[in-house]
Each structure stands twice: as structure tokens, then as C-alpha cells.
């Protein structure tokens, strides 16, 4: 399909979004020679063909990033929240389009794509008031001649390899902050969702930023290796930002270690979801539908593994099968979707695999269960087990689909080490009506970020980020830019 037809046929009515060459020293390049398939997940049909960069282009990317960083870093801190407040604007502008872009290659419902816009545009908003907070300090000296002042520079080239969940949002995160601080970026989207970053490097185009501030490299799977491979051992780049799964994350450290860059990792996870006795069991069942299932469970941050006290747990279950038989699997692009599919077989089969393991152990099926072929080749259930144990898959493996484990409890001390019983720590949720445990269990719980009475936690004031196995370094929120930056301490004698 061509760019025009693709447009026509969905509706996209700024045509100049679809982009189908990377994006390298402000200038589209790649050819047909070289390309790969972009399809959508709810049909496997083909979108279009995307320029396949090369690790050619991946230097020249860099370079064109490092020649612009020597200018780019003495901008001031005004023009760079000028051009990030354009960029919000135009995304603000283009969403209805840009929505299209994303659920067509995605797969997500185009109301939670609509969703994603926002709050990607979102990232460009609170940075852009970030930039002009970058302050350094005056420290006293114990010597009385001299004075002590920091100031914060910008680390130079970032390179950062994004996921295909949330094609839009975990870019702006990553290159707003980049661009608050003065530093420059080469990006790597997800093979499945390149669409998205080139649409996005389009507008940041459009917003002014100088060339080879922003490179996009699209590449397929059998480069994406190469292209992470280069981000790490390149000392030209001073800082690599990546979301994606702890195994990748390990090696990408790896092979960072020769030129000792600063690294963000936002990696995988095993979110628990607790449920208390004393809770208002209406809104966790609204908190479990949305930190569960939304977009069909492969969030980072879903909940993974849901802990009901038992006094309630029929009342709960009873509740929450409830409102899932309410929600619609469908395409993304057709009216009344509430979930989509997952983005490829893989995921299906793993969510398969989970839920033959809980049948096989004794768990008993509630909801769903099946690999819904007939909706298309990537779709699954909306799917509730309970009766789950401790010992199953589940309860250990991040399934990343819409399975819906139920687990009984006892005691806070019991389900406080099951939760903890994981090698991830990026989020986890609990509802309660004890002040006292929101305090003493919020502590305890070993994750990064705790969502206590809701199933969303994700804005742009959050700081965002993991412990243990999850990753290190946040994202969003005041502390977002501090991996963006070095500080630089000058000590003046002599006064």
C-alpha cells in the first residue's frame, strides 16, 4: 500500500505523517532498496515498507548528533523550552492522525491511542517548563577566600532504543528531556511501530529543532542487535536510554562497560495488585480493569499478579468477571473497542502458556481462555483464572497479555512476601482503607513506584523507573533530566 492510499483508506488527513525513511542530520534518507514490513497486528496486513537503515547510517546519525551538539549546548534555556512547547502544540495539533498511525501499527484501541498522544505531548509540556530549572548551586567553602558554584552541562550524545507499546510516549519521554538539558539524540524505534517516531521526528521538524539535534534510525530485528551494539560501544555517545526486557537490558549494560556511559534502563516487571479486606472493592475492581488489561495487558507497569484478601474474594471475583464480559476485543479502528490484539503470535502463545499452567495445577478458569482466531491472528481472551497458587508461572513470569490470575490471601504479612517474591520491582498497586497500612505497606512493598487506591499511576510528573531487576533511573517528573546532565563543580580561590 502506498502513503496516499494508506491515508485514503483510514482517514489520515495530514498526509505528510506517514514517513517512510529515517530521518538523519534533518534530512529523509533510505531508499526501496533496502526495507521492511510494518504491518498491522489485528489483520497481519501490510502497511507499509519501511527504508531499512543500515550501521552506516547509524554513524552518520551520530555524527550528525555530536557535530550538532556543540552548538545545540550553548542554546539557551528559553529557546529550548520554545521549540519543546511547539513540539507539544503540534502533537496537540495532529491527534486524531497521529492516533490513526499508532492503533494501525500497534494494534491498541484508537481512543487509548488518542490517550497516548496526549500523553506523549504531555512529556514535551513539562519539559519544556523543566529547561529553565536546571540551576546549579553556591556552596559554602570552609576556606573563607574561596567560593564553590556548580553548574549543570548537558552529557553530550544519547542514544535511546525505545519499545513498541507505546511508540509515541516512551520517545517524548526519553527526547524531551534530552532536548531540555541540550543534548542531542539518535533514536531506534521498535521495528513493529516505526510509523509513530518518523511522524514525530516530522513535527519536531516542523517545531524548528535544529538538524541532527533529533535522528531517527528505523532497522529490522536482524539490525536492532547491531544498532544497540553500536549505541554502547560508540564513546561518542554519552548516555544510552532504552525500555524494554531485563535480558536485553543486561546485555546492553554489558557491553556499556568499555566506555562507561550513564545508562536509564526501564526494564521488565511483576507488578502485584492487593486487594484488603477494609477496601472499597468497587473502585479495585475498576483499578484492576484498567492496571490489568489495559491495552490488553502488555503495559510494563499491569498488573501482573492480582492477591484478593479471601473474606472478599468472591465478592470481588464475582464483580470483576462481571465487568470484563462488558469490555469488546476487536480492531483497534472499529467503534466500540475496548481491547485490541496482542502485537504478535509470540505474545499469544505466552499467555497460552500461563494459562495451561494454571488449569493444569488446578486453578479454575472464569472468563475467556481461548485464542480468538476468528477476530483475527493475534488476538486472545480476555481471560480470568482463579484459584491460582503461589507456585504457578504466573506468579513468577511477567505474562504481558490479558490474563487475569486471581490469588487468595490471609494476612498483610503473608501477601507482603508474596509480593515481594520476584526478582522485578518497576510497580505495584494495593487498595486499602487503612491509613496506617498505606504508609507501612507503600514502604515495604519493593518496586519503584506504588499506585495505592488506583490502577494508574502514569503522568508526567511522575518519576518513572524501577528497582532490582526492573532497571534504574526516572523518567518524567523534576527528576527526569538528572541523567541528562553532568555536574560541573568550580572552585574559585583568592576572594
Not at 196 to 203: D, K, T, V
Not at 443 to 466: D, K, L, W, Y
Request: proline content about 3%; glycine content about 10%.
Amino acid at each position: 500500500m502506498s502513503v496516499s492510499s494508506l491515508a485514503s483508506t483510514y482517514g489520515i488527513k495530514n498526509v505528510n505523517l506517514l514517513r517512510t525513511q529515517g530521518f538523519i542530520d534533518g534530512k529523509w534518507v533510505g531508499d526501496s532498496t533496502s526495507t521492511f514490513d510494518v504491518t498491522n497486528p489485528a489483520t497481519d496486513d501490510l502497511l507499509l515498507k519501511v527504508s531499512n537503515l543500515t550501521v552506516d547510517d547509524a554513524h552518520k546519525a551520530i555524527k550528525s548528533s555530536s557535530d550538532a551538539f556543540k552548538s545545540f549546548k550553548a542554546t539557551t534555556a528559553r529557546y529550548r523550552a520554545d521549540i519543546l512547547n511547539k513540539m507539544y502544540h503540534l502533537l496537540m495539533d495532529n491527534v486524531d492522525d497521529l492516533a490513526i498511525i499508532c492503533s494501525l501499527e500497534n494494534g491498541k484501541p484508537v481512543a487509548d491511542s488518542a490517550g497516548e498522544v496526549k500523553y506523549a505531548a504531555s512529556f514535551y509540556q513539562w519539559f519544556g517548563e523543566e529547561a529553565q530549572r536546571l540551576t546549579g548551586d553556591v556552596i559554602p567553602s570552609n576556606i573563607p577566600s574561596n567560593r564553590i558554584i556548580t553548574v549543570k552541562q548537558p552529557v553530550g550524545v544519547v542514544g535511546i532504543l525505545t519499545p513498541w507499546n507505546f511508540p509515541l510516549a516512551m520517545i517524548s519521554r526519553k527526547i524531551g528531556a534530552a532536548i531540555a538539558t541540550g543534548c542531542t539524540a539518535v533514536v531506534k524505534p521498535a521495528s513493529e511501530t516505526p510509523l509513530s517516531a518518523l511522524a514525530m521526528a516530522y513535527l519536531a521538524h516542523e517545531a524548528g529543532l535544529p538538524k541532527g539535534v533529533f535522528n531517527i534510525l528505523p532497522v529490522d530485528h536482524a539490525t536492532t542487535k547491531s544498532i544497540g551494539e553500536l549505541f554502547c560501544e560508540d564513546d561518542t555517545i554519552k548516555k544510552v536510554s532504552f525500555t524494554g526486557s531485563t535480558g536485553v537490558g543486561s546485555v546492553l549494560m554489558t557491553q556499556s562497560a568499555k566506555t562507561l556511559k550513564k545508562l536509564s534502563f526501564e526494564l521488565g516487571g511483576n507488578a502485584p495488585f492487593i486487594v484488603f479486606e477494609d477496601a472499597d472493592i468497587d473502585k479495585a475492581v475498576e483499578g484492576a480493569l484498567i492496571s490489568k488489561l489495559r491495552q490488553s495487558g502488555q503495559t510494563c507497569v499491569c498488573a501482573n499478579r492480582l492477591y484478593i484478601h479471601e473474606s472478599i474474594y468472591d465478592e470481588f471475583t464475582e464483580k470483576l468477571v462481571a465487568k470484563v464480559k462488558k469490555c469488546k476485543l476487536g480492531n483497534g479502528l472499529t467503534e466500540g473497542t475496548t481491547h485490541g490484539p496482542l502485537v504478535h503470535s509470540r505474545a499469544v502463545d505466552k499467555v497460552q502458556q500461563h494459562v495451561k499452567d494454571c488449569l493444569d495445577k488446578g486453578a479454575t478458569l472464569l472468563l475467556g481462555g481461548k485464542v480468538r482466531t476468528d477476530l483475527g491472528p493475534n488476538f486472545h481472551d480476555l481471560t480470568v483464572i482463579g484459584d491460582v497458587t503461589q507456585d504457578m508461572a504466573v506468579a513468577h513470569e511477567e505474562t504481558f497479555g490479558p490474563l487475569v490470575p486471581l490469588i487468595k490471601f490471609s494476612s498483610e504479612e503473608q501477601v507482603l512476601e508474596w509480593a515481594n517474591d520476584t526478582e522485578f520491582g518497576l510497580a505495584g498497586y494495593f487498595f486499602t482503607n487503612n491509613y496506617s497500612r498505606i504508609f507501612r505497606l507503600g514502604e515495604q512493598i519493593e518496586c519503584g513506584m506504588v499506585g495505592i487506591n488506583t490502577g494508574a499511576i502514569s503522568e508526567a510528573a511522575v518519576p518513572f523507573g524501577g528497582i532490582k531487576h526492573s532497571g534504574f533511573g526516572r523518567e518524567g517528573s523534576k527528576y527526569g533530566v538528572n541523567d541528562y546532565i553532568n555536574i560541573k563543580t568550580m572552585v574559585i580561590g583568592g576572594l
